[in-house]
């Protein structure tokens, strides 16, 4: 196991990010449990939802009285953003069979995307993805599953500074790929909007809203020398 994770980064990244996954897992459970939601809800909700941001929205806005129809449209708004995600990868990580394909998208997630496109094979990228989204999705499950059992006893996953582990996560495979102007100009831009949009708008939006940052990726025009002169 040792040389397996010395000699194949992605199995080594992936099994470092399950592992926090697990705790952040543990806390999901542990808090929908404390929330009152029962153990059968929660077992279905993290196999066909599967979207811990918005799980942990849904659970949260459930537990100040809101609407059904409130959670599902701000869990909705909250996974826009893979929209994106499904064209950057397309068909190529998830091939043309309809059932593949169903199966994949539910297992996208930002990290699953992150590994995938930081390969630069397509071979090695749809390894990434399906490992990398297989390996979440029964983390995920299965201890979401046992902090439900265990109780309200772990408490929130801010407390362990294990929810930066992600974020932290995703910035060290991005940054690789900003090696040219247009990407620096989006990374920027996007963090930007997304910082000072994040006072203001619900959790999720601002990602969202960072999206329009893709507009500095256009080509910039240059005035040729003999223009600048007249």
Known sequence: MRS???TDPVVRDVTALCLAGVVVGLSFGA???AA???????VVMNA?????????????LAG???????IIVAGLLLNARHL???????NEVLGDGRPARLVGSHLMTDESVAFALAQQEPGRRRRAYWLTGVCLFLTWNV?????AIAGSALGDPNTFGIDAAFPAALLALTLPSLKDRPSMRVAVAGAALALVTTP??????PVLVALLALAFALPVKRRSPARRRS
Not at 200 to 205: V, Y
Request: cysteine-free.
């Open 31 to 33: 808090i929908a449990s």
């Open 36 to 42: 009152g939601v029962p153990l059968g809800k929660i």
């Open 4 to 6: 397996i994770l010395r």
């Open 48 to 60: 066909f939802v599967y979207a811990g941001g918005a799980q942990f929205l849904a659970v949260g």
């Open 84 to 90: 994106p995600f499904g064209l950057a990868i397309g």
């Open 200 to 205: 203001f708008l619900p959790a999720g939006l």
């Open 143 to 147: 201890s979401a599953g046992v902090g």
């Open 64 to 70: 100040a009285g809101a609407s059904a129809v409130a």
